[in-house]
């Protein structure tokens, strides 16, 4: 595989979950994060509110062939609004067979919870035009910042190792020219 294969898969599984979060969005023509249950349903997912033990934010599954979403009612809003927007990602990314594969790795439990943040983050800054709403839910959730800043940190990463590696091989390639 070469390195940009490798790259593109790898910016793929950081950053396409953030594309679907939106592309979700405009489909659904979502202008508020008040409107995230009824997109969710419109989504064809069920949600429930229920008691569940405190250190359960909530979960997705499936009922039946039907994506369910089930958040712990005793969270505050803020803390329901994004646990709904990560079971909606895990919904939408891991519960829908056709986004199930890559080429490049097995989808982790990890790398699942990262790409729901990822998708649950960029739904929050995509579609709150209220900047202190957008900062109320980010301060109860702050693993949704951290996912942003850690995709950051990969993407530049992942793109210097790769011209890093394409700088190695051209003068690699020099270097046998001249010796030739």
Known sequence: MNSGKILGETL??????AVEAVRLQNDLSVVSLEETIA??????CDVHFADLPDNISGFAGLIGNKPAVVVNRD???QHQQYTLLHELG????????????????????DLADFQADMFAAAWIIHVSKDD??????????PEASFVMFGALVVTVGAVLVVLLLHLWSRVSRKQLEVSK
């Open 75 to 77: 969270k505050s809003i």
């Open 39 to 44: 997109a969710a349903e419109r989504a064809g």
């Open 90 to 109: 895990h919904a939408v990314l891991h519960l829908n067979p056709a986004n199930k594969s890559h080429d490049l790795v097995t989808i982790s439990e």
């Open 132 to 141: 202190q709403q957008k900062k109320e839910i980010l301060k109860h959730n």
């Open 12 to 17: 793929s599984l950081i950053w396409s979950p």
